[in-house]
């Protein structure tokens, strides 16, 4: 197992042994930074195999594509209202494409 998986899955573990709120606090944040990292490339449009694919290449880990729908919409969903006017982010197929214009994910 590489260095960087294990680390990943170290860290989720404690995350989960502590009661920690994984969705809001990790996974939908880890999708936004894939979404940043898509974003960092020029590309406007995307899918779901995109953000799928970006994943598995920083964390090592390999989401299921239903997941990664979800977290793409609940990520449109968490952004505040400058962040979406900034990004312009559309949500096509129930999370299957997305639109987006240059997007920035610093928080962690």
């Known amino acids: 197992m590489s260095e960087n998986k294990l680390t990943s899955y170290n860290f989720l573990a404690t995350l989960t042994e502590n009661g920690k709120d ?3 606090n990790v996974y939908i944040p880890i999708c936004k930074r894939a979404l ?4 960092e490339k020029g590309k406007e ?3 779901d195999s995109d953000i799928q694919e970006q994943i598995l290449e920083m964390y090592g880990f390999n989401v299921p594509i ?3 729908r979800q977290l793409i919409k609940a990520s449109a ?3 505040s209202r400058k962040e979406k ?3 312009a982010i559309e949500i096509y197929e129930n ?3 997305f639109k987006m214009k240059l997007f920035c994910f610093q928080s962690i």
């Open 22 to 24: 994984l969705y809001g």
């Open 36 to 39: 940043s990292k898509y974003s």
């Open 45 to 47: 449009f995307g899918a």
């Open 66 to 68: 239903t997941i990664v």
């Open 77 to 79: 969903n968490s952004f």
């Open 85 to 87: 006017q900034e990004t």
């Open 95 to 97: 999370g299957k494409n």
